[in-house]
Structure formats: structure tokens, C-alpha cells
């Protein structure tokens, strides 16, 4: 509790010292008039700047003189920022006003009750004893439940008790309460960490209905015109948050209220402090907005008496692509512009929604009628960006932007790929062959499919590796151990290989010939006409062959077409079953369009092939291109280095089981066995090192400059006396979506490279910059550059043969392997001198973007 005490006296500090040094002061902006009436300084100009939401906005006032001196302040509305920088002002360039100001020696005016109804003061009343407050209280308790309005019409009345409205005090209580919020959540994070963090502030939503809850709100004293509307969001939060901002000063400024809340409004507290989730829509789509790389403004539209004044907004989206812009229609009348603007945008999300959730001809005709002419500028706008600009594809897919989000069912993809395609080619003119599309389609297909299936062969891998490395016997190598091995270099291989396509005709040909008269096969379809796919081929070739080892003999039915059905029958044992369930759980993490199903009788193989449209334009053919397997060159170098792990545990096992004619000879078959073993077990550790670095990072992002700074510290105490590191600055913010264990894995990678390319001495530079939307690591060194094979090797997508002794290439390809699975790359610069590397990471999103 002693650490808590002392976070909320720094927190609150700054607070009651800048509240005792206004008391010097009544007014700070008259005072500075007064000041400076009569000199040439004169007059005082305010500059205002806002930020923030509308239901957390701050101002920011600078006043300036005309000899150049300055004074900042902040506060939640121009008034209090304005009075803030006045007195900023006078303590900084005129400290002697303050000293010698004349109400400065004058005792501060005691505040006086307001009497006004019995309602507003037995609320008074009330509030004074359930937070046992004295009498003296109770002017400050009747001062929280004042509105502007209602002070302002009775200015006369509140003149002689020297009482104001609720906004000063409201301000109180929103410092009070943002620091009991923010130390509820660090208490409870200490008992039970979250997963993500929460919103670091209460929304007036929250406040407001606390304030009705309280049952306060018929105690608010509002002027005329005010009480004619009732109580807005904000009146009624400020008036919730100038109540506790009243207690918080009556009790003298304490350390924190929790001790102090009355046990009837305990659950209030539970409900304030609990995390919250609100929905902004301008904030929202602002995010949305600015992840789309459009611009949003707001033509707010006034009308009716001042004192039932009602106001529309419509939001105008700007294209810096497309060189134009568009209005959104308007939002339903409300009183405050905010309001409006909220109004306003929430019209702008529904356009979205009904984008996202509906293919776009369909969405056009049906869903957005009037709002027609906005989806086809945003969809419009999007394939633009797309063609000429880097994406935050995590925002775009979490935005359902672009139809990213259908990426994970190709059906859904190819039939909006269509329809995209249908309405946008008579609207714009596309760029010669297929645009950056199959890029991005291939990357939102890679973000979208849950990466369980991928887990599962990668923790396979490990778990033998990590029993191989334990074996201190030859003979403790087993027939299962042979077999795991064989079928994760099959695997392997598929997923590094392109295999071409094949007819079903053709592959049930193969069978017959390769299995002679242990394949029984009965085709129910037309086998010509029918494409497989190479790597549904290399699973099915992986499944029959695993049901011949396990029964010998297996019949296969084909039927079917949309979708293409094998079923394999064969006599198995139960662990003959659970054998071949193991292999098709392995298998099924190769490809998404092949779903395989045990049974009793064997198991049942369905091919699910997305119909091909006839119609093909540049963001169908984008699609199509992307929905293609790709091939990883890294994997086929770890299927490589596993295949020579294959054959050391085959000659281990071989020469430990043979027979031996004498003692010598069996000995001499033992020293041959152990060494296989021992090149097995350092074949096991490299491949455990290689792809170690591609295990699945949990964490979402990382901030760049502080990381960079200290993984350069931490590279400088290795480095060689004879190189040397730039270490790169801090100064920026900026969030990647990216794992510091996976950032760092890919730096080692390329800095020891750059450590072993020099081995006469150098210098290794490293740099950042960032955007709102990516940000650019650059490594580059002095040595002797890249050969040209690795560079060429890059470009095309072809394995990299390796310089090194005993390398295999897998750490340039696995470096490229990491940041493409984060939406980056990897580019290699042409230098003059030395080797330059790019970096290519994503932005994170923002906390609110992903809730």
C-alpha cells in the first residue's frame, strides 16, 4: 500500500500545487490584461489546438504578446486552457505579478450556500453525510450540482456568495478519477496480468449514468433554455465528476477515495472502475480511415432558434489517390456539434459494414441504395492504394477492408474478387498486368488461416529432434522414430517444392502401376476431367502409402466432383488405426482444400476445389494467383538437411542390428553405429537451431527505437575489437507488428553474417525510420557484399546455396520466412561496397483497432 501511496502523491502533486499557486491569482487572463495594459506588449493573443476524441478531448492554448513571450496551459474546454496559459504566462515572464498581486495579501471570500429548491438542497444534505463531510462542505457540494447555464442567468444570485458553475470542480474530479481507474488496473494486474492492456480512461457514458443512478440528476440546477433539452451525456459526466471532485476537496486532498465511498454507491465504484468498452464512432472511423489512407472532415449544418438550436454533420472522405473527394449523406439532427460529428460518422460505418458484410454488387443494389455512389469512391479508393502504396494489412483485414477478410474461404474470395472486378473496371482504369493485388490477397491468406495445422508439423519436428538428441544408444533407435522421420521429410518436401498438377485419371494410372494388384480402385467419375492439385497429390500418395505399409492390400472408391471424394478401405488393427490417424493429422497441415477423415473402415479424403470463374479481371486473376499454393525454398532445405538425418539414423540402426561373425567385428559395428548416431544427433541440433527461430511468437508488437537501441548495446559487447556499430537513435515512437524474440532472430541472422563477412575488420551501420504505416530497418556493413548467386537467388524465390562451410542457406531464407509471415520483407540493396538490407515492417495497430 506504501508504493500506492506514493504513486498518488507524484500523481496528484502537480495538481494541488498548480491549484495553490492559482489561488495567488482570481483571475489570471484580467490579471494579465491589467499587467499589460499599458505597455507596448500589448495585447494578449490565444492560439488553440485540440486533440483527442470528442469524449476525451483536450485543448492546448498558447498566449503570445508582441515581444514574442509566451505562456501554454491545458484543459478540457478553451476557457480553462486559456486561463491555464495566462497564468503559465505571468509565471514565466512577469513572477512579480504574482508576488505583489494586491488580492494576493487579501483573505480568499468564503463561499456561501445556494438556496435555490428543496430538491437541489437536500441532495446537498444528503451527499454531506454519506461522505461524512462538516457543514462548511456543503457551498462546494451545492457548486458541483451547477450548470453553466443556470449560473450564467443567475449571475447576481451566485455574485455575493462568490459561487461559479460545476466546470472547475468537474476537472478536479476527472484527475481524481482517471488516477483511481488507473490504480484499480494496476492492482489488479499485479493479482491477475491481463491479457491486453485496457483503455487507460472512463468514457462520459459511464459517468453520466452513474450521475442518474445516484438519482443527483434532479438536483442539477440548469438554466431555462438547458432545462427545456434535459441533460446531455456530458453535463451529466461533468456533474458526476464535479461531485467526487467536491468530496476530494472537502477531504482536504486525500491519497485516494476508496476508503471514503459511501457502502450504498459501492457498486457505482465496481461499475466505474470495472474495464471499459466504448464505441467511438468518429474516433473509429478516423482509425478506419487513416489505415485506408483517406482523409476525413466534417460539414457541421445549423438550424432552429439559439436556444433549441439543432445541428447536422455529414462526413467528407478525401482521396489523395483518386485526386477527389465525396459527402456522406447527414446524420440525425442533435443538439452539440460533437454529437452531430458522431452522428455524422456513425453513417459513414454503416456504408462500411454493409461493404464488409456483403458482396459489393450485392451491397450496391440492395444494402446501400442512397450511399451507392460513397461505396464505389471507397472501394475505388482502396484498389488505388493498393496498386501504389505499402498497407497495414493487419488494420485492413481487422477492417474488413478490400474483401481481405474473406481470404480464409476461397469460394467467398474468388466471388468478391468477381464482383469487385465488374464494378471497378468501368470505373477506373487498371495498371498493365496484375497489380500489387496478388501480393496483398497472398499475405491476408497467409494472416487468415489459423496456423494450428503448421504448429502441429513444426512441434512434430521438435519432439524428435529433441529425442534424437537424447538417444545415447544406437540401439535405442526405433522402427517409429525411422518412420516419424521419413514422413516430416516428405512433408517438408511438399511444402518447399512447387509438384505440377495432375488429372485424377493420370494419379488413379500411377496407382495401378506403382501398386500393382494391392490398389482395388472404382471410379464413379469422370477421372479426365477432373484436376488434383500437386500437393492434394502428395497427400494422397502420403495416405495410400501409408495404408499399404499398414494393411497390404486397400481398396479406393472415387466419387463425386464439387466436392471430389476417395475413400479408402483397408483392415486395420486398432493401432494400426491410430498409426495412420497420426499420419493424416501431420498431412493435414499441407493443404487447406484436402480435409482427411478416419473411420472405421479406413478413412474418407475430400478435395474441396473452388470453382474458377469465367469472367476474370486483374483482381480475380490477383485472387486465383494467391489461392496457389506457394513453395517455401527454406522448407526444401530443411527437408534436405532431414533427409540426411534420415539416412545417419538408417545407418545407426542398420550397423547396431546387424549380425556380427566375431567380438571384433561387433565392436567395430558398435564404433560404426555410434558415429552415425553422433552425425545424426549434430544433424538434429543444427535443423533444432535453424528453426527454433521460426517458432510462433505470442507477442503483437514491439516499439522499435528502444528495442533497436539496446539490441545494438547488447551486439556491441560481442563485436570485435576491430568493428565497430552505429547504434541507432530513439527519439520516434513506433509499434511493429512484429515479436521481439522474432525481430531479434531475424537481426542475428543478418548481423553475423555481416560479423563473418568481415574478417579484417569493419563497420556495421544500423538505421530506422517510420510512417504511419511501415517502418524500414536498414542493415548495412562494410564487407565484401553478396555474391551474386544469393542475389539472384532472392529475387526469384529459389533456394540459397550457401558460401559457408557445412551452411545450408537456412538463415537468409528463414530471416524471409519470419517477416513475410508478419506482413514484411526482406530486400537486398545494390552497394557499391558491402551488403545493405531492408526491413520492411508493418505498424501495429492501436489498442482500440483491435478490440
Given at each position: 500500500?506504501?508504493?500506492?501511496?506514493?504513486?498518488?502523491?507524484?500523481?496528484?502533486?502537480?495538481?494541488?500545487?498548480?491549484?495553490?499557486?492559482?489561488?495567488?491569482?482570481?483571475?489570471?487572463?484580467?490579471?494579465?490584461?491589467?499587467?499589460?495594459?499599458?505597455?507596448?506588449?500589448?495585447?494578449?493573443?490565444?492560439?488553440?489546438?485540440?486533440?483527442?476524441?470528442?469524449?476525451?478531448?483536450?485543448?492546448?492554448?498558447?498566449?503570445?504578446?508582441?515581444?514574442?513571450?509566451?505562456?501554454?496551459?491545458?484543459?478540457?474546454?478553451?476557457?480553462?486552457?486559456?486561463?491555464?496559459?495566462?497564468?503559465?504566462?505571468?509565471?514565466?515572464?512577469?513572477?512579480?505579478?504574482?508576488?505583489?498581486?494586491?488580492?494576493?495579501?487579501?483573505?480568499?471570500?468564503?463561499?456561501?450556500?445556494?438556496?435555490?429548491?428543496?430538491?437541489?438542497?437536500?441532495?446537498?444534505?444528503?451527499?454531506?453525510?454519506?461522505?461524512?463531510?462538516?457543514?462548511?462542505?456543503?457551498?462546494?457540494?451545492?457548486?458541483?450540482?451547477?450548470?453553466?447555464?443556470?449560473?450564467?442567468?443567475?449571475?447576481?444570485?451566485?455574485?455575493?456568495?462568490?459561487?461559479?458553475?460545476?466546470?472547475?470542480?468537474?476537472?478536479i474530479g476527472s484527475q481524481v478519477l482517471n488516477f483511481e481507474y488507473a490504480l484499480t488496473?494496476?492492482?489488479n494486474a499485479i493479482h491477475s496480468p491481463p491479457d491486453t492492456a485496457g483503455s487507460g480512461?472512463?468514457?462520459?457514458?459511464?459517468?453520466?449514468?452513474?450521475?442518474?443512478?445516484?438519482?443527483?440528476?434532479?438536483?442539477?440546477?440548469?438554466?431555462?433554455?438547458?432545462?427545456?433539452?434535459?441533460?446531455?451525456?456530458?453535463?451529466?459526466?461533468?456533474?458526476?465528476?464535479?461531485?467526487?471532485?467536491?468530496?476530494?476537496?472537502?477531504?482536504?486532498?486525500?491519497?485516494?477515495?476508496?476508503?471514503?465511498?459511501?457502502?450504498?454507491?459501492?457498486?457505482?465504484?465496481?461499475?466505474?472502475?470495472?474495464?471499459?468498452?466504448?464505441?467511438?464512432?468518429?474516433?473509429?472511423?478516423?482509425?478506419?480511415?487513416?489505415?485506408?489512407?483517406?482523409?476525413?472532415?466534417?460539414?457541421?449544418?445549423?438550424?432552429?432558434?439559439?436556444?433549441?438550436?439543432?445541428?447536422?454533420?455529414?462526413?467528407?472522405?478525401?482521396?489523395?489517390?483518386?485526386?477527389?473527394?465525396?459527402?456522406?449523406?447527414?446524420?440525425?439532427?442533435?443538439?452539440?456539434?460533437?454529437?452531430?460529428?458522431?452522428?455524422?460518422?456513425?453513417?459513414?460505418?454503416?456504408?462500411?459494414?454493409?461493404?464488409?458484410?456483403?458482396?459489393?454488387?450485392?451491397?450496391?443494389?440492395?444494402?446501400?441504395?442512397?450511399?451507392?455512389?460513397?461505396?464505389?469512391?471507397?472501394?475505388?479508393?482502396?484498389?488505388?492504394?493498393?496498386?501504389?502504396?505499402?498497407?497495414?494489412?493487419?488494420?485492413?483485414?481487422?477492417?474488413?477492408?478490400?474483401?481481405?477478410?474473406?481470404?480464409?474461404?476461397?469460394?467467398?474470395?474468388?466471388?468478391?474478387?468477381?464482383?469487385?472486378?465488374?464494378?471497378?473496371?468501368?470505373?477506373?482504369?487498371?495498371?498493365?498486368?496484375?497489380?500489387?493485388?496478388?501480393?496483398?490477397?497472398?499475405?491476408?491468406?497467409?494472416?487468415?488461416?489459423?496456423?494450428?495445422?503448421?504448429?502441429?508439423?513444426?512441434?512434430?519436428?521438435?519432439?524428435?529432434?529433441?529425442?534424437?538428441?537424447?538417444?545415447?544408444?544406437?540401439?535405442?533407435?526405433?522402427?517409429?522414430?525411422?518412420?516419424?522421420?521419413?514422413?516430416?521429410?516428405?512433408?517438408?518436401?511438399?511444402?518447399?517444392?512447387?509438384?505440377?498438377?495432375?488429372?485424377?485419371?493420370?494419379?488413379?494410372?500411377?496407382?495401378?502401376?506403382?501398386?500393382?494388384?494391392?490398389?482395388?480402385?472404382?471410379?464413379?467419375?469422370?477421372?479426365?476431367?477432373?484436376?488434383?492439385?500437386?500437393?492434394?497429390?502428395?497427400?494422397?500418395?502420403?495416405?495410400?502409402?501409408?495404408?499399404?505399409?499398414?494393411?497390404?492390400?486397400?481398396?479406393?472408391?472415387?466419387?463425386?466432383?464439387?466436392?471430389?471424394?476417395?475413400?479408402?478401405?483397408?483392415?486395420?488393427?486398432?493401432?494400426?488405426?491410430?498409426?495412420?490417424?497420426?499420419?493424416?493429422?501431420?498431412?493435414?497441415?499441407?493443404?487447406?482444400?484436402?480435409?482427411?477423415?478416419?473411420?472405421?473402415?479406413?478413412?474418407?479424403?475430400?478435395?474441396?476445389?473452388?470453382?474458377?470463374?469465367?469472367?476474370?479481371?486483374?483482381?480475380?486473376?490477383?485472387?486465383?494467383?494467391?489461392?496457389?499454393?506457394?513453395?517455401?525454398?527454406?522448407?526444401?532445405?530443411?527437408?534436405?538437411?532431414?533427409?540426411?538425418?534420415?539416412?545417419?539414423?538408417?545407418?545407426?540402426?542398420?550397423?547396431?542390428?546387424?549380425?556380427?561373425?566375431?567380438?571384433?567385428?561387433?565392436?567395430?559395428?558398435?564404433?560404426?553405429?555410434?558415429?552415425?548416431?553422433?552425425?545424426?544427433?549434430?544433424?538434429?541440433?543444427?535443423?533444432?537451431?535453424?528453426?527454433?527461430?521460426?517458432?510462433?511468437?505470442?507477442?503483437?508488437?514491439?516499439?522499435?527505437?528502444?528495442?533497436?537501441?539496446?539490441?545494438?548495446?547488447?551486439?556491441?559487447?560481442?563485436?570485435?575489437?576491430?568493428?565497430?556499430?552505429?547504434?541507432?537513435?530513439?527519439?520516434?515512437?513506433?509499434?511493429?507488428?512484429?515479436?521481439?524474440?522474432?525481430?531479434?532472430?531475424?537481426?542475428?541472422?543478418?548481423?553475423?553474417?555481416?560479423?563473418?563477412?568481415?574478417?579484417?575488420?569493419?563497420?556495421?551501420?544500423?538505421?530506422?525510420?517510420?510512417?504511419?504505416?511501415?517502418?524500414?530497418?536498414?542493415?548495412?556493413?562494410?564487407?565484401?557484399?553478396?555474391?551474386?548467386?544469393?542475389?539472384?537467388?532472392?529475387?526469384?524465390?529459389?533456394?540459397?546455396?550457401?558460401?559457408?562451410?557445412?551452411?545450408?542457406?537456412?538463415?537468409?531464407?528463414?530471416?524471409?520466412?519470419?517477416?513475410?509471415?508478419?506482413?514484411?520483407?526482406?530486400?537486398?540493396?545494390?552497394?557499391?561496397?558491402?551488403?545493405?538490407?531492408?526491413?520492411?515492417?508493418?505498424?501495429?495497430?492501436?489498442?482500440?483497432?483491435?478490440?
Amino acid at each position: 500500500m506504501t508504493d500506492c501511496q506514493e504513486v498518488a502523491e507524484k500523481l496528484l502533486e502537480e495538481l494541488v500545487s498548480e491549484a495553490k499557486r492559482s489561488e495567488t491569482i482570481a483571475d489570471p487572463r484580467s490579471a494579465l490584461d491589467a499587467v499589460l495594459s499599458k505597455s507596448r506588449a500589448a495585447p494578449i493573443t490565444y492560439q488553440y489546438d485540440r486533440k483527442g476524441p470528442d469524449h476525451d478531448t483536450v485543448f492546448t492554448a498558447l498566449a503570445s504578446d508582441k515581444l514574442g513571450r509566451q505562456g501554454f496551459g491545458q484543459g478540457r474546454s478553451k476557457k480553462l486552457a486559456a486561463r491555464n496559459a495566462a497564468l503559465d504566462f505571468l509565471r514565466v515572464n512577469i513572477p512579480h505579478a504574482l508576488q505583489d498581486n494586491p488580492e494576493s495579501s487579501q483573505p480568499r471570500p468564503t463561499l456561501g450556500e445556494i438556496h435555490s429548491n428543496a430538491t437541489h438542497e437536500n441532495a446537498v444534505h444528503r451527499l454531506q453525510e454519506m461522505f461524512a463531510l462538516p457543514p462548511i462542505a456543503r457551498p462546494l457540494l451545492g457548486q458541483a450540482l451547477v450548470h453553466p447555464s443556470w449560473a450564467y442567468e443567475q449571475r447576481r444570485q451566485l455574485e455575493p456568495i462568490h459561487q461559479q458553475d460545476n466546470q472547475a470542480l468537474g476537472f478536479i474530479g476527472s484527475q481524481v478519477l482517471n488516477f483511481e481507474y488507473a490504480l484499480t488496473r494496476a492492482r489488479n494486474a499485479i493479482h491477475s496480468p491481463p491479457d491486453t492492456a485496457g483503455s487507460g480512461s472512463v468514457p462520459n457514458v459511464v459517468y453520466d449514468s452513474a450521475f442518474r443512478q445516484t438519482g443527483l440528476a434532479h438536483a442539477l440546477l440548469l438554466g431555462v433554455g438547458q432545462a427545456s433539452q434535459g441533460i446531455p451525456v456530458e453535463a451529466g459526466s461533468n456533474a458526476f465528476q464535479a461531485v467526487v471532485g467536491a468530496v476530494f476537496v472537502a477531504k482536504n486532498f486525500p491519497l485516494s477515495l476508496v476508503g471514503d465511498w459511501p457502502l450504498e454507491w459501492q457498486p457505482l465504484w465496481s461499475s466505474i472502475m470495472a474495464p471499459q468498452a466504448y464505441f467511438d464512432p468518429t474516433t473509429t472511423l478516423t482509425k478506419l480511415a487513416s489505415s485506408m489512407q483517406l482523409e476525413v472532415d466534417y460539414k457541421i449544418r445549423e438550424y432552429g432558434p439559439d436556444h433549441d438550436k439543432q445541428r447536422r454533420a455529414n462526413a467528407v472522405l478525401s482521396s489523395s489517390a483518386l485526386k477527389t473527394s465525396v459527402s456522406v449523406r447527414e446524420g440525425k439532427p442533435v443538439a452539440s456539434k460533437a454529437a452531430a460529428r458522431q452522428a455524422g460518422s456513425e453513417v459513414a460505418l454503416a456504408i462500411l459494414n454493409t461493404m464488409a458484410q456483403r458482396l459489393p454488387a450485392q451491397a450496391l443494389s440492395v444494402e446501400l441504395d442512397r450511399d451507392a455512389s460513397v461505396a464505389r469512391f471507397i472501394l475505388a479508393h482502396q484498389a488505388a492504394t493498393l496498386m501504389r502504396n505499402a498497407i497495414p494489412l493487419s488494420r485492413w483485414i481487422a477492417g474488413q477492408l478490400f474483401g481481405l477478410h474473406w481470404a480464409a474461404t476461397p469460394e467467398a474470395l474468388l466471388d468478391w474478387a468477381v464482383e469487385a472486378d465488374q464494378i471497378l473496371t468501368r470505373a477506373m482504369k487498371f495498371e498493365e498486368g496484375i497489380p500489387n493485388f496478388e501480393k496483398v490477397f497472398r499475405a491476408a491468406i497467409d494472416a487468415e488461416q489459423a496456423d494450428d495445422q503448421a504448429r502441429g508439423i513444426a512441434a512434430e519436428l521438435f519432439k524428435l529432434l529433441a529425442r534424437i538428441e537424447r538417444i545415447d544408444r544406437p540401439e535405442s533407435l526405433t522402427r517409429e522414430d525411422l518412420e516419424r522421420l521419413v514422413q516430416l521429410c516428405d512433408i517438408y518436401r511438399c511444402l518447399g517444392t512447387s509438384d505440377p498438377d495432375i488429372t485424377l485419371e493420370c494419379l488413379v494410372d500411377d496407382w495401378t502401376v506403382l501398386h500393382r494388384q494391392r490398389v482395388d480402385i472404382t471410379c464413379r467419375a469422370d477421372a479426365s476431367q477432373i484436376s488434383v492439385r500437386g500437393r492434394e497429390r502428395a497427400v494422397l500418395d502420403a495416405i495410400v502409402a501409408a495404408l499399404l505399409n499398414a494393411a497390404g492390400e486397400i481398396g479406393v472408391e472415387v466419387s463425386g466432383n464439387q466436392p471430389l471424394r476417395l475413400r479408402f478401405i483397408a483392415e486395420l488393427d486398432e493401432s494400426q488405426r491410430q498409426s495412420v490417424s497420426q499420419i493424416c493429422t501431420l498431412w493435414a497441415g499441407v493443404t487447406r482444400t484436402l480435409t482427411l477423415t478416419p473411420n472405421e473402415q479406413g478413412l474418407e479424403a475430400t478435395v474441396v476445389g473452388a470453382h474458377v470463374p469465367t469472367t476474370r479481371g486483374p483482381i480475380t486473376l490477383a485472387a486465383l494467383a494467391a489461392l496457389q499454393p506457394r513453395s517455401e525454398p527454406y522448407l526444401a532445405s530443411v527437408a534436405d538437411l532431414l533427409h540426411d538425418l534420415k539416412n545417419q539414423v538408417t545407418a545407426a540402426g542398420a550397423a547396431a542390428q546387424a549380425p556380427a561373425r566375431s567380438r571384433t567385428a561387433r565392436l567395430e559395428q558398435q564404433l560404426t553405429a555410434s558415429r552415425h548416431l553422433d552425425h545424426a544427433q549434430a544433424l538434429a541440433i543444427r535443423l533444432k537451431a535453424s528453426t527454433s527461430s521460426l517458432s510462433y511468437d505470442n507477442e503483437q508488437s514491439t516499439e522499435l527505437g528502444p528495442f533497436l537501441r539496446s539490441y545494438a548495446a547488447n551486439v556491441l559487447t560481442r563485436l570485435p575489437g576491430t568493428m565497430s556499430l552505429s547504434v541507432p537513435d530513439a527519439r520516434r515512437i513506433a509499434h511493429v507488428a512484429i515479436g521481439e524474440g522474432t525481430l531479434r532472430a531475424i537481426l542475428d541472422n543478418l548481423v553475423s553474417n555481416a560479423i563473418e563477412a568481415m574478417q579484417d575488420g569493419g563497420s556495421i551501420t544500423l538505421e530506422w525510420t517510420a510512417d504511419s504505416y511501415e517502418a524500414i530497418v536498414e542493415i548495412s556493413d562494410t564487407g565484401p557484399g553478396l555474391p551474386p548467386d544469393i542475389l539472384n537467388a532472392l529475387e526469384s524465390g529459389e533456394r540459397i546455396r550457401s558460401t559457408k562451410a557445412r551452411g545450408n542457406g537456412l538463415g537468409l531464407l528463414g530471416a524471409r520466412t519470419l517477416l513475410t509471415r508478419a506482413g514484411g520483407e526482406l530486400t537486398a540493396l545494390p552497394a557499391s561496397r558491402g551488403a545493405t538490407w531492408l526491413l520492411t515492417l508493418p505498424i501495429a495497430p492501436t489498442l482500440t483497432e483491435t478490440q
